[in-house]
Nanobody, 114 residues
Framework: QVQLVESGGGLVQAGGSLRLSCAAS????????MGWYRQAPGKPRELVAT???????YYADSVKGRFTISRDGAKNTVNLQMNSLKPEDTAVYYC????????WGQGTQVTVSS
């Protein structure tokens, strides 16, 4: 099993920044890709960004140029730096790790006020 614990959510004004972190523990050797998803009220969960073991990053079009995903193998963490935040970025953000199974964190709320 893999356990994922997110931190760093909160309330910020439009144009501001937040940094999300996710710490993985357990069978971390089994993890391949890691990433962040988000779910706004009344909407399906959507991909925000993913990063492979070799640090190849993929971003949703809606966050390209504003968000940066990074991964620290030594600390078993994946981070999401979010800049130029918009009200439409408001959602619960979930950390994801793909290994033998698909693992999820408990989610952290990000609220961007206009």
């Amino acid at each position: 099993q893999v356990q994922l614990v997110e931190s760093g959510g909160g309330l910020v004004q439009a144009g501001g920044s937040l940094r999300l972190s996710c710490a993985a523990s357990g069978l971390i050797f089994s993890i391949n890709d890691m990433g962040w998803y988000r779910q706004a009220p009344g909407k399906p969960r959507e991909l925000v960004a993913t990063i492979t073991r070799s640090r190849y990053a993929y971003y949703a079009d809606s966050v390209k140029g504003r968000f940066t995903i990074s991964r620290d193998g030594a600390k078993n963490t994946v981070n999401l730096q979010m800049n130029s935040l918009k009200p439409e970025d408001t959602a619960v953000y979930y950390c994801n790790a793909q290994g033998a199974k698909n693992y999820w964190g408990q989610g952290t709320q990000v609220t961007v006020s206009s």
